[in-house]
């Protein structure tokens, strides 16, 4: 085996992580357990912050390995992948809290039903 097939193995065990990612999204998008549903944790429920993490975990190996970021020098890959994990959740969890209290505060004055 070459390095062909390697890297044909390599591509093919992302694209299964990938799948197994993706499926369990869907699955739980479809059945909504009430326990991660229900239950709040930093302004949501804990099934929209697993959405959140499994989403990060899904473009980390999109970009590490199918834009061939793991070819890259060290500090380059942590320009790239620090911000993806430092930021994206902060700014997930603003738009969180933000769009609670704008609902929280509206909803008394906004007809929902039509």
Known sequence: M????SHKA???????ILSV???VEVVLGIIKP???FKTQFLGTSIL????????????????YYFMH????????????????VILIPYLATL??????????TLAPYINWAY
């Open 2 to 5: 070459g390095h062909g097939a």
């Open 10 to 16: 390599l591509i093919w065990k992302v694209f299964g």
């Open 21 to 23: 990612i993706t499926i």
């Open 34 to 36: 009430e326990f991660l």
């Open 48 to 63: 929209n912050s697993l959405f959140i993490i499994l989403t990060i975990v899904k473009a980390y190996y999109i970009v």
């Open 69 to 84: 970021l793991n070819d890259e020098k060290k500090n380059f890959k942590y320009s790239i992948v620090l911000p993806l």
């Open 95 to 104: 738009l969180i809290i933000e769009g609670g209290y704008v609902h929280d």
